[in-house]
Nanobody
Framework: VQLQASGGGLVQPGGSLRLSCAAS????????IGWFRQAPGKEREGVSC????????FYADSVKGRFTVSRDNAKKTMYLQMSSLKPEDTGVYYC????????????????????WGQGTQVTVSS
């Protein structure tokens, strides 16, 4: 099982980035995918989650309206489109997979996820 996040980088405030999470080694269609981030000195926090079919999505209040999560099961890839980026969005972004359907009370829980990928650094700075 492997998840690999990519697409991070340095961007100015107000800019955009699209993160990708490539999956291999498991039946992606059975898994919900979560996106988390961790800023220096802070706890890893849930940013967004998408159900296995893509029919349900969840967002942290801090990113609602700015970030959009999506998935292409045929390409075994998930995406996090980030717009209107702010310095407080800076951190290492991770994708994670769980073979359960997310609900509002579970998707933010780190231990709920079975598999984690390596992170990708996002830095928002002028």
């Amino acid at each position: 099982v492997q998840l690999q996040a990519s697409g991070g980088g340095l961007v100015q405030p107000g800019g955009s980035l699209r993160l990708s999470c490539a999956a291999s080694g498991f039946t992606l269609e059975d898994y919900a995918i979560g996106w988390f981030r961790q800023a220096p000195g802070k706890e890893r926090e849930g940013v967004s989650c998408i159900s296995s079919s893509g029919g349900r999505t969840f967002y942290a209040d801090s990113v609602k309206g700015r970030f959009t999560v999506s998935r292409d099961n045929a390409k075994k890839t998930m995406y996090l489109q980030m717009s209107s980026l702010k310095p407080e969005d800076t951190g290492v972004y991770y994708c994670a997979a769980v073979r359960l359907q997310p609900i509002s009370s579970t998707w933010r829980i780190k231990d709920w996820y079975n598999y984690w990928g390596q992170g990708t650094q996002v830095t928002v700075s002028s």
